[in-house]
Each structure stands twice: as structure tokens, then as C-alpha cells.
């Protein structure tokens, strides 16, 4: 080994170490490699249950979207006459109820108005009556009571007061 020059003994170490280098990529590759296979065994198993369980499930609610889709346009369809129609009964009764309130009011003030009036002339009768009916009676009243306290005095009669107090002392000078 002497008989190699110093340059091909740094040669034949290089060598050395390329070889023990490739060796171990060899190596890390084989066990990738290895590594990889199991992986993909277990990839393989796993899409099997996916195709076995998920594949089957995923079918069932396809057909069942397929079969359900009619049955959902019909029920979107009358969701949706449901909620016009409750729009224009909505709409109808607003102005219904817009139309009560303005008829009420109407009434209201005419009822007012009438009740007004009523009152006015039950007031206009009452002046009327006082001075047609009442005041003449009164009138009359003391025209009879001057008279009877006329006569009464002129036959020398004394006449008992009617509220309870005796005769006054004007009650002599009245004829």
C-alpha cells in the first residue's frame, strides 16, 4: 500500500467514502421505498372502506335528492302562493281596515254633530218653556196669592204664612 502516491491514497479514500455514501442513500431509499408500500397498502385499504361504506351512502342520498327534487319545487312553489296570497289578504284587509277606521271617524263626528244639535235645542226648549210656561205661572201664582191676601185682609182674615215665619210688617200695607 506504500507503493501508492500520496494523491491515490486521497483517491482511493474518496472512493472509499462515495461508495459508503451511495450505500447509505441506497439504503435510505430502500427504506422510503419500503415505507411508501406500506403506505400505499394501507391507502388501498382504506379506499376500499370508502368505496364499501362512504360510495354506497353517497349513492343513496343522490337518488334520494333525485327522487326528492320534484317534491321540493312543489313545496317551494306553494311556499311561495302561500306567501303571495298572504300578501294581498294582508294588503285587503290593511284597506279594510283603513276604510273602518275612516267610515268610524265619519260617524263619530256626525254623532257629535247631532249630539251637539240635540243638546243645543234642548237648551233653546228649556229657555222657551221658562219664559212661555213658567214665568206666566209665576206670574199667575202671585196674581192669585195677591188676591186671596187681598180678600183676606178685606174680609179681616189673617192669613198663616207659608214658610213658618209670621206676617211681615209689609204684609199690612199690600192691597
Not at 1 to 28: E, G, K
Not at 60 to 76: G, Y
Not at 85 to 94: I, P, S
Not at 147 to 154: C, L, R
Amino acid at each position: 500500500m506504500n507503493s501508492l502516491s500520496p494523491l491515490d491514497q486521497w483517491m482511493v479514500l474518496f472512493d472509499f467514502a462515495v461508495a459508503v455514501a451511495v450505500i447509505l442513500q441506497m439504503l435510505i431509499l430502500l427504506g422510503l421505498f419500503l415505507a411508501v408500500r406500506k403506505a400505499l397498502g394501507q391507502m388501498q385499504v382504506l379506499t376500499q372502506e370508502v368505496r364499501d361504506k362512504a360510495l354506497p351512502a353517497l349513492e343513496s342520498a343522490h337518488s334520494l335528492l333525485t327522487d326528492s327534487r320534484p317534491k321540493i319545487d312543489v313545496i317551494l312553489e306553494h311556499a311561495t302562493k302561500t306567501t303571495e296570497l298572504a300578501r294581498l289578504n294582508m294588503a285587503k284587509l290593511d284597506d279594510s281596515m283603513d276604510d273602518l277606521l275612516s267610515r268610524t271617524r265619519k260617524q263619530i263626528i256626525r254623532t257629535d254633530a247631532l249630539v251637539t244639535t240635540t243638546l243645543d235645542r234642548v237648551e233653546q226648549t228649556t229657555e222657551i218653556v221658562q219664559r212661555t210656561v213658567v214665568s206666566p205661572v209665576r206670574k199667575i201664582g202671585a196674581i192669585v196669592e195677591g188676591v186671596t191676601a187681598g180678600i183676606e185682609h178685606f174680609l179681616g182674615k189673617r192669613r198663616s204664612p207659608r214658610n213658618g215665619k209670621g206676617a211681615g210688617p209689609h204684609d199690612d200695607l199690600f192691597i
